[in-house]
C-alpha cells in the first residue's frame, strides 16, 4: 500500500511539474500601423505624370485679313467670336480638366506622414520647425502638408 501511495505522488508532482506556469505578460506595446507610402506615391505619379510641370502659354494672335467689307464681316465677326470664345475657353483650360482633377483627388489622399518623412531628405535648413509644403495643380487644385522640425535641440 505504502509503494502505491509513492507511486501516486510521483505522478501527481510530476503532472505539476509538467504543467507550464503562466506568468503574467507584459504586454506587447505595437507600433502605430504606418501608411503605405511607397503605393500612394505610385498611384500620385500614375495620374500626375502627364500634366505639364509649367502650364502652356497662350498661341500668338492670329493676323487678321482686314480687305472684307465692314458689313458682310460685321455679321460674321459676332458669331464667329462667340465661338471662338468658347473653343479659347476650353483650348485653355479655364476650367480644371480631367486630368488636373484626377492628379488632384490622389494628391489629397496622400498622407501627410509620407510627405514629410520623404522631405526629411531636404537641406537641413529646409528641416524647421512647422514647415509647410504646397502643391498647385491648377488654380482650382492646391494642396498643402505641413510637417514638424525633425531637428533634435
Not at 506556469?21 to 500626375?48: D, E, G, I, T
Request: with cysteine.
Amino acid at each position: 500500500m505504502r509503494k502505491v501511495e509513492i507511486a501516486i505522488i510521483c505522478l501527481f508532482s510530476l503532472v505539476f511539474v509538467a504543467m507550464p506556469v503562466k506568468l503574467p505578460q507584459r504586454p506587447q506595446l505595437m507600433a502605430p500601423p504606418r501608411p503605405l507610402c511607397a503605393s500612394q506615391f505610385s498611384l500620385v505619379n500614375y495620374a500626375c505624370a502627364a500634366l505639364p510641370l509649367t502650364p502652356f502659354s497662350p498661341p500668338p494672335p492670329r493676323n487678321r485679313n482686314h480687305s472684307r467689307s465692314r458689313s458682310r464681316s460685321r455679321s460674321r465677326s459676332r458669331s464667329n467670336s462667340r465661338r471662338r470664345s468658347r473653343k479659347h475657353r476650353r483650348r485653355h483650360g479655364h476650367r480644371e480638366t480631367e486630368m488636373q482633377s484626377y492628379c488632384c483627388q490622389w494628391l489629397k489622399q496622400v498622407d501627410t506622414e509620407c510627405v514629410c518623412d520623404v522631405l526629411v531628405h531636404l537641406p537641413t535648413f529646409l528641416s524647421r520647425p512647422n514647415h509647410q509644403y504646397t502643391v498647385v495643380v491648377d488654380d482650382t487644385c492646391t494642396v498643402n502638408y505641413s510637417c514638424g522640425g525633425r531637428i533634435e535641440p
